[in-house]
């Protein structure tokens, strides 16, 4: 599987952005993709992850009510919805996926990632 992620950007507080991740190769319905973020000088931290299948998704605390993660299986793509944009949401994020869905957040967990596209949200 291979990811292609876009829709990263400049974009001011409070302002909205949205994502897209596009994979080639075999999407089953009991896998799982999902968004990881790293910002300036820290680890790679989990964002939200949902199951192809089924749409079941899973948000870190930080960006629920704020952040949608959904899928078209059409186009085998997942998008990530981010809204209310704050500045400590800047980061480079990434698009992952895993053979089997699961609410981990374990970066160790995901087994393919996209190249990284960075989100810069001025104060």
């Known amino acids: 599987v291979q990811l292609q992620a876009s829709g990263g950007g400049l974009v001011q507080a409070g302002g909205s952005l949205r994502l897209s991740c596009t994979a080639t190769?075999?999407?089953?319905?009991?896998?799982?993709m999902g968004w990881f973020r790293q910002p300036p000088g820290r680890e790679r931290e989990f964002v939200a992850a949902?199951?192809?299948?089924?749409?079941?998704?899973y948000y870190t605390d930080s960006v629920k009510g704020r952040f949608t993660i959904s899928r078209d299986n059409a186009k085998n793509t997942v998008y990530l919805q981010m809204n209310s944009l704050k500045p400590e949401d800047t980061a480079v994020y990434y698009c992952?996926?895993?053979?089997?869905?699961?609410?981990?957040?374990?970066?160790?967990?995901?087994?393919?990632w996209g190249q990284g596209t960075l989100v810069t949200v001025s104060s």
């Open positions: 949902i199951r192809w299948g089924s749409g079941t998704t």
């Open positions: 992952t996926a895993k053979r089997y869905y699961s609410p981990q957040t374990d970066v160790r967990e995901y087994n393919y």
């Open positions: 190769g075999r999407i089953f319905s009991s896998s799982g």
